[in-house]
């Protein structure tokens, strides 16, 4: 059980920092000093629902290490988060559309594990849940915006959402670990997210005028440490200075 | 709050009417506290009412400084000219005041 419980967790808390760490890329290069703020509000809530899993994670795991070195001392294969968080910013429409594919997983998410029966986990749930239906907003926003907006917009918002498509799978892999979870009533049903997962995007990309991609092709394996060839290089940026200086702090 | 951007081939960017080349600006009212009244924070630049209004959350409410936000059109603000300043408000009217009034004794308290 507290093994199943800390790879849930470590799940949980890479997939927010590495999403964290792609949005934070974008802070300073925005084109409007509205938008700039809304990406570093985005980065820096899932950075602190990130905190929150490790410090958890830490405690499960009884070893010693707390969220700096869950987050910083990890290697490629050891960090799970879904592939899709992982992927390049591209234009707008590609934030935007990976921004929009995780707020819609992760409303559900947090919704279902409020409601579990493991109480830290259920309080970091309660508080990320609030956040996460903002982001939602915001991102829908963007996406309706975008797709039914110019000629131009919307075929970047298209191109965005076909781009990211392959990777969303992924959010939804599901192994023995999180079937034990499952069972005790503490992780989330996977496929009970994906069905209003699939609701929510079916929603928004229809008052977009996008298309729903139909490719059926799947790119799954983060969440066992098969990543795609973008996560090395994530991790290389955010964890040099970490490893150059252990220990260093403001 | 824009600035050139760099432009791929073929790229185009309309003028919108009314704007710096950019998105519409937004004058922001925040109301601090239920019974107290929505004040000019600042204003934003947003494509339309709702991301304006998210764009005036991020930017103005950041520590917790509201519980409403209005958004306005800076367009539909139609202000008082600065040039006629001295015409439309430094008029010499004491009279208008009330402490210009002597009470006669015989009123007591008021």
């Known amino acids: 059980m507290s093994s199943a419980l800390l790879t849930y967790l470590l799940r949980l808390g890479d997939d927010n920092m590495i999403v964290a760490q792609r949005l934070g890329e974008l802070v300073s290069w925005m084109p409007e000093l509205e938008e700039d703020i809304a990406v570093a509000n985005l980065s820096l809530d899932h950075l602190g629902q990130a905190r929150a899993f490790y410090t958890y994670a830490g405690e499960v795991e009884g070893a010693g290490r707390d969220e700096d070195a869950l987050a910083m001392g990890r290697s490629e294969r050891e960090f799970n988060n879904a592939v899709l968080v992982e992927q390049p910013n591209g234009d707008f429409g590609q934030t935007t559309a990976r921004q929009f594919l995780v707020d819609a997983y992760q409303v559900p998410l947090y919704r279902t594990l409020a409601a579990g029966a493991d109480e830290r986990l259920a309080g970091i749930a309660a508080k990320a849940e609030k956040e996460a239906r903002y982001h939602l907003r915001y991102s829908s926003g963007w996406v309706v915006r975008l797709g039914d907006g110019t000629d131009e917009s919307h075929r970047r918002m298209q191109a965005g959402i076909d781009t990211m498509w392959v990777f969303a799978a992924d959010l939804f892999a599901s192994d023995a670990a999180e079937e034990e979870l499952l069972a005790a009533d503490v992780a989330a049903d996977p496929d009970v997210l994906r069905t209003e997962w699939a609701a929510t995007v079916a929603d928004v990309l229809g008052r977009a005028t996008l298309d729903v991609p139909t490719d059926p092709y799947e790119r799954t394996g983060g969440r066992i440490g098969l990543h795609t060839e973008h996560l090395g290089h994530v991790l290389t940026e955010m964890q040099w200075l970490h490893r150059s200086h252990a220990g260093a702090a403001w | ?110």
């Open chain 2, 1 to 110: 709050m824009s600035y050139d951007a760099p432009r791929i081939e073929g790229e185009v960017d309309p003028e919108i009417e009314g704007t710096r080349g950019g998105m519409p600006l937004w004058e922001v009212f925040v109301r601090a506290a239920r019974g107290l009244n929505h004040v000019h924070a600042g204003s934003v630049h947003a494509a339309d009412a709702e991301s304006a209004i998210l764009a005036a959350r991020d930017v103005y409410t950041r520590r917790s400084e509201g519980v409403s936000i209005w958004v306005v059109p800076s367009t539909a603000i139609h202000a008082s000219d600065p040039n006629e300043q001295d015409a439309f408000f430094e008029g010499d009217h004491p009279y208008r005041h009330p402490t210009f009034y002597e009470i006669p004794e015989e009123v007591g308290q008021m």
